[in-house]
């Protein structure tokens, strides 16, 4: 049985950081630039000057970074990604004048990301990506990418799928790529995500008895849908209070698949051809153990879950709208305002 759910705990600040996700997504296009001093940098690793890209940042700031990982490593750049904690604490060796480092942090002044700064002004050259112009980060950095995706109250939504925009633009003028074949595909985000939203109410309704009962979440993915399936955990913990956990499609079956049961809820992205059978094939041994899975892609069967049809370097921002609909239907099942800190705060300070 569904318990009764007050629709205040829904149609908060949350949704509506949420629904303004698609005007997000087109200031994030509009004003992506091939600066001067991304030009510089390109051309140093096209030269090799480089002996390693290393890309940091802490939670969603974190996870938006895979699809950039995967993309330098196939062009050939040594690249890790680290988080910004374990970076300053424990591997400050890599900071040095031979890696180019990629920061990320919504303020721009989290308290990871100010030691940081400490340790690499004027000596590592950084380009940090923030959503604050007048941010430490901003203005320590030897090139500024803005997501420009306004002002966010509540958990990671505009300011995630952004930051997914500006980094495959960043990635772009890295790799020397087509930049106005890859704006051109950008600019499909933001109408593909409206589309989307515009059926939030029916979205959430159709998840409501879907997730009546459901005690625990697994978000999956590989490939570039990693980015998506890491920091789908982390909103469902954080905006919902329901314990959930992102991994790789693979990993699920070392050890997490023994937990599968009636109250176990199984999110499984399609992703790109390279990895759709075998995450299709996960599902079903989910479905068949007695869990509960759903693929989320294209072509899945359920409205929900089917995603718009968009060039690939898109699809990880399509992948977190399904995602966000369940945080509004667990946290209404949760009695809990969708998006709400409890503990915490916007901006974390201490380390």
């Known amino acids: 049985m569904i318990p009764p759910v007050n629709s205040k705990l829904i149609e908060g600040p949350y949704l509506a950081d949420l629904l303004d996700q698609p005007q997000a997504l087109q200031r994030a296009v509009d004003g ?5 001093a991304l030009q510089k940098f390109a051309r140093s690793l096209s030269r090799g000057d480089y002996k390693r890209a290393v890309l940091t ?58 030691r940081l700064l400490g340790l690499t002004a004027g000596r590592v050259p950084t380009i940090g990506v923030t959503n604050t112009p007048d941010s430490p980060l901003a203005a320590q950095s030897d090139a500024v990418v803005l997501m420009r995706a306004g002002q966010e109250t509540t958990v990671s939504c505009k300011t995630y799928v952004a930051t997914l925009v500006v980094l495959e633009w960043l990635s772009a003028v890295l790799r020397g790529a087509d930049l106005a074949k890859t704006r051109e595909q950008l600019q499909q985000a933001a109408p593909a995500a409206k589309a ?7 979205h959430v309704e159709n998840l409501l008895p879907r997730l009546a009962g459901i005690k625990h979440v697994f978000v ?51 992703g790109d051809e390279a990895g759709a059978k075998l995450n299709r094939r996960l599902a079903d041994d989910i479905a068949a153990a007695g869990g509960k899975s759903v693929v989320v892609g ?18 990880p921002v399509m992948e977190m709208l399904p995602v966000q609909m369940m945080s509004l239907a667990l946290a209404a099942i949760n009695g809990h305002e969708a998006g709400r800190f409890s503990h915490s705060a916007k901006i974390t300070t201490v380390e």
């Open 32 to 36: 992506l630039e091939n600066s001067a």
């Open 57 to 114: 940042g802490m939670g969603s700031s974190f996870q938006v970074f895979y699809p950039l990982y995967l993309a330098l490593c196939e062009f050939g750049i040594p690249s890790q990604m680290v988080e910004t904690s374990e970076l300053v604490l424990y591997m400050r060796r890599l900071l040095d004048e031979h890696t180019l480092l990629v920061a990320v942090s919504q303020s721009g002044r989290s308290a990871e990301t100010i």
């Open 196 to 202: 989307y939203l515009a059926n939030w109410r029916s």
């Open 220 to 270: 999956t993915g590989r490939g570039a849908s990693l980015a998506a399936a890491e920091n789908g955990g982390l909103i469902l913990k954080e905006s919902t209070h329901t314990p959930a956990e992102g991994m790789s499609a693979a990993a699920f079956r070392h050890g997490p698949f023994e937990l599968l049961a009636p109250h176990v809820f199984v999110v499984v992205f399609e």
């Open 298 to 315: 294209e072509d899945a069967a359920d409205e929900v879950f089917r995603l718009p049809r968009v060039p690939a370097l898109v699809r």
